[in-house]
């Protein structure tokens, strides 16, 4: 294989985001993640919308709120998150005495980016007697400007905890905060943010394909538009997405979520078939381009050479962490950790 030290890997990380090497492509990749993950007591977490691949060789495939509980907990020297940077920031203010790394530096997100902290600290100065909940899809500096995060898991447990008569900002997911809103009769303020993948789900083409197959019940996230959310037999986050298909009694899902879920829906119930949602024109925009930036090349990269790193400054950590820890508490007392 080409063989780079550590200090060329280390120069090259800034430019790139990610260690722009040529591997032997006879190497057995998933042999030395393994290897790998021994020697350094390592942890690999994976989210559901990352490629096959990498999912077959994480320690733990979960949900945002899943992740976010095994990052706290974990006993490993190295966390290595396959995600995107809000989660291994979440994992980072959650266990900082860790190192975490990801694959590659520059796996964002869309829903984070529509809430730049700056712009939202000056938007809710309008509304000062509103507390903020906020979605955990978001930078740590809008995290820090929050009273709680929750996830599409805990969501409406969250919201429900708060007394009846307290105003609230909900962030930066609109559709989310729509979908809340109907489902615990709050009226929210809402932040206009939204995410590209669950925002091109065509309302025609799925009722269409339900037409085609009149025996699949269609499953949604609940950062999709309200109208495909209205189509939708069962509304949930990616791990209730996963274990309703895993329990429930019919053979067929059309599943509006990104594709990255099937891997693991059709891995848990081979006899079932599940059918990606349609997007809105011919290209795969039902794939997430920052988390399909991580590859299992890149994971091996960054195992091996423990880079890029995430880092973030104390101060800042620790006003993340607050409404985090809020969100956990809330969970817990609702039972919803596992
Ligand atoms: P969950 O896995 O928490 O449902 O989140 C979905 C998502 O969009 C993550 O980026
Ligand atoms: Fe962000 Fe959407 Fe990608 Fe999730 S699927 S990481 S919310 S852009």
Redesign the pocket.
């Known amino acids: 294989m080409a063989v780079i030290d550590m200090a060329e890997a280390m120069a090259r990380v800034p430019q790139k985001g990610f260690l722009d090497v040529e591997l032997d492509p006879t190497l057995d990749l998933f042999a030395e993640i393994e290897r790998l993950k021994k020697e350094k007591n390592a942890i690999v977490l994976a ?3 990352q490629e096959p691949d990498i999912q077959d060789v994480a320690d733990y495939i979960g ?3 899943g992740l976010a509980q095994k990052a706290r907990d974990t006993n490993a020297d190295l966390i290595l998150f396959a995600g ?1 940077h809000f989660m291994a920031e979440t994992a980072k203010i959650l266990n900082p005495t860790k190192k975490v790394v990801l694959p590659d530096l520059k796996a964002g ?1 869309s829903l984070s980016d529509s809430a730049p902290p700056e712009l939202f600290a000056r938007w809710r100065q309008q509304y000062p007697d509103h507390i903020v909940v906020t979605y955990i ?1 978001c930078s740590a500096g809008m995290k820090a400007l929050s009273d709680i995060i929750c ?3 805990n969501a409406k447990a969250i919201i429900d905890s708060l007394p009846a008569d307290q105003p609230i900002i909900f962030a930066p997911d609109k559709n989310l905060g729509a979908w809340l809103n109907k489902a615990t009769g709050r009226n929210m303020v809402l932040w206009n943010g939204a ?1 590209m993948v669950h925002e091109i789900f065509s309302l025609e083409k799925i009722s269409k394909l339900k037409l085609r197959h009149p025996e699949a019940k269609l499953l949604a ?1 609940p ?1 999709c538009e309200e109208p495909v959310l209205q189509l939708a037999d069962y509304i949930g ?3 209730q997405l996963l274990k309703y298909s895993r329990t429930d009694a019919s053979q067929a899902y059309i599943v509006a979520t990104e594709t990255g879920i099937l891997h693991q829906m059709q891995k848990d119930s081979p006899h079932k078939t599940f059918i990606p949602a349609p997007p809105n024109n011919a290209c795969a925009c039902n794939e997430c381009p920052h988390m399909k930036l991580n590859t299992l090349e890149k994971l091996y990269l960054c195992l091996r050479y423990e880079t890029p790193e995430l880092t973030m400054p104390e101060e800042l950590r620790l006003a993340a962490l607050r409404p985090i820890d809020r969100m956990l508490e809330i969970s817990q007392a609702a039972g919803l950790l596992g």
Request: charge should be negative.
């Open positions: 989210h559901y919308y949900d945002s709120l995107v997100c899809n996830t599409s898991s995410c996230h950062e986050s990616t791990t």
